[in-house]
């Protein structure tokens, strides 16, 4: 019998984690927070990008990170964030989360080829190229894996077979990920993508329970209504991503506090994932890596305060 990578890292590791890896068995992580009302904040660790690329921290550290500096319980990884995921620095990254009561609830994919290609030995590779990912999700006791959908004609409404595309690699996908309880999750990531007419004729085609979508309040395609464009998608949001602006740089057709609303009046329950960056004018000299730092954790709770507001009624 073959053993499969999920296999092999519960063979060497099932008694280091609560989570079965064998495929065929299912995993226990829930989509929605485990609170009474069914709501609660997390992070996508995308926020601190920035401070990131300047040398300011590893993954090992964000746990600590989100419980002191933010009292957030909850982080969505970012792929391009793993220094080196084998076995032992994963090991590390469940204890380090563990051990600051922080769930991993999301893992965000990027740069791992073209899901909707039109060519399909590389929709295939894209499909391979996702497992380990899958994988190492898995493991770490997320609840989703997003992935992107990208490929084919720059403009996509010449494009009638988009859709059917994406979704043949993403039934790949789930395919391989049977037995493991997770979510395969698109997210309105730009152009094809970040249409979302797009994104519910892609949920059809695929017409899966394990497969939804990734809604991001703010990141739609320039001059679209990103209040309709959010409804129009929430009806299959397995995650979402709170963006926006406030206080001063407020505009009115990017507001956080009037996006999360919307989400809210709609009826979405789950964790409301802050990805905000810092918002400073271009030609702003540059930060150093400590001051980056310190106003992307002033971002995020400020964001995070919009969403208590809006969402827990705290003042």
Not at 5 to 15: F, N
Not at 225 to 241: M, V
Not at 265 to 281: A, H, I, M, Q, S
């Amino acid at each position: 019998m073959n053993l499969s990578r999920r296999r092999i890292l519960g063979t060497a590791a099932g008694a280091a984690v609560s989570l079965p890896l064998v495929a065929g068995q299912s995993s226990p992580p829930l989509a929605a927070p485990d609170t009474a009302s069914g709501q609660a904040i997390s992070l996508a660790a995308w926020s601190f990008s920035g401070s990131f690329f300047k040398g300011k921290w590893k993954l090992l550290e964000m746990p600590g990170i989100l419980r002191d500096k933010l009292g957030i319980t909850a982080l969505e990884h970012v792929n391009t964030f793993f220094e080196n995921p084998t076995l032992i620095y994963l090991q590390k990254l469940n204890k380090a989360f563990k051990d600051a009561g922080v769930r991993q609830t999301i893992l965000m994919v990027d740069g791992e080829g073209s899901t909707a290609s039109p060519d399909a030995a590389e929709r295939k590779l894209a499909a391979v190229c996702h497992r380990k990912w899958i994988d190492t999700a898995h493991y770490l006791g997320c609840h989703s894996v997003r992935i992107n959908m990208h490929g084919g004609a720059r403009d996509w409404k010449q494009d009638p077979d988009l859709t059917k595309r994406a979704a043949e690699t993403i039934h790949n996908m789930l395919a391989y990920a049977k037995g493991t309880n997770l979510n395969i999750i698109v997210e309105n990531h730009g152009q094809a993508s970040s249409d979302p007419d797009v994104l519910v004729r892609l949920v059809k085609d695929v017409n899966d329970p394990k497969f939804g979508l990734l809604c991001d309040l703010g990141n739609w395609n320039p001059g679209t209504d990103f209040y309709a464009n959010s409804r129009k998608t929430l009806p299959y949001a397995k995650g979402l991503s709170v963006k926006g602006t406030w206080g001063a740089e407020k505009d009115p057709n990017f507001d956080a506090e009037k996006l999360v609303k919307t989400a809210y009046d709609f009826g979405y329950k789950g964790w409301w994932g802050l990805e905000v960056t810092p918002r400073r004018p271009r030609t702003a000299p540059a930060l150093s890596a400590d001051d980056q730092f310190a106003l992307e954790v002033k971002t995020i709770l400020e964001a995070k305060a919009i969403v208590e507001r809006v969402v827990m009624n705290k003042s």
